[in-house]
C-alpha cells in the first residue's frame, strides 16, 4: 500500500526517535516534497504521466488554450499527438505555420496541422469549419504538488517510488541533526533506487522471458509499460 503523508512524517520521526516538537509538520513536509519533485523531474518523461484531453473545436477558431482544454482537471505538462474525429494532425512549428498560413487558400475547413503558441496554446490549421469535430491530445499531464492536500494525500506516481521519496527526506532529516554521513548514506540510497527505476521504464524489453510462442503481460507487475500504445 501507498503512502499517505503522516506515514511518510510517521517514519521519518520514528526513524530519527524525534517528535513532532524537534520536527514539526512544516519542515518534514518540505523534505517529503523536495524528494517528490526530485523523483518526478528525474526523468523526463515517466510513462504513468502519460494522460488523454478530449475537447470540441469552434468553428472558425484556431487558438484553444490549455486551460480551456483541460477545463479544471490535469495539466498539459507537454503534447505529443493530436487526433481529429477520424484523422491524425500533424506537427509543425509554429514559425512555419505563420510562413506558410498566408499562403492556404482555406480559412477553414478540417484541421490538417497543429503547433503549440507560447506553451500554452494549441493551434489548429486551419481552423475547424463546424462546432461538432471532436479532437483528442495524447501527452503528458503536470505532476502535483500533492503534500500541499494534507495528511492523508498520497503520491501521484506509484508506491515504488515511495522508498526514493522517503529515504531523500530522510537525508534532509539527518543533514538538520548535524550527522552529514547518514545524511549522505540516505541520499545515495535515494540516488540508487531512483536510477533503478529509471532503467526499467527505459528497458523496453518483457519483464519475463518468453520462448515457444508464449505470450507476457507486462502489467502483471509493478510497474508499467514504458511504452505508448501508438509508438
Known sequence: MAYNLQKFRDLIRLTLDLDATDLPDSLVDEWVRD??????????????????????????QSNYTFASIEDGGEQIAEIRQ???????????????????????????GSPAYWSVWNNGELV??????????TFVI??????KDWVADGANATSDM????????????????????DEPQTALYYADLSDLRLRELVKFYDDPSPAISVTMG????????????PRFAWE
Open 35 to 60: 524528494g517528490a519533485t526530485r523523483a518526478q523531474t528525474r526523468r523526463q518523461e515517466w510513462p504513468f504521466f502519460q494522460y488523454d484531453w478530449t475537447f470540441t473545436g469552434v468553428s472558425g
Open 158 to 177: 506509484p508506491k515504488e517510488f515511495d522508498s526514493p521519496i522517503l529515504n531523500w527526506a530522510l537525508g534532509r532529516a539527518y543533514a538538520q541533526q
Open 124 to 133: 489548429l490549421d486551419p481552423a475547424p469549419d463546424n462546432s461538432t469535430d
Open 214 to 225: 508464449g505470450d507476457y503481460n507486462r502489467n502483471m507487475y509493478p510497474l508499467m509499460d
Open 138 to 143: 495524447r501527452g503528458y499531464k503536470k505532476p
Open 82 to 108: 493530436v487526433r481529429g474525429p477520424s484523422w491524425d494532425l500533424r506537427w509543425q512549428d509554429i514559425a512555419t505555420r505563420d510562413r506558410y498560413r498566408s499562403r492556404d487558400s482555406a480559412s477553414a
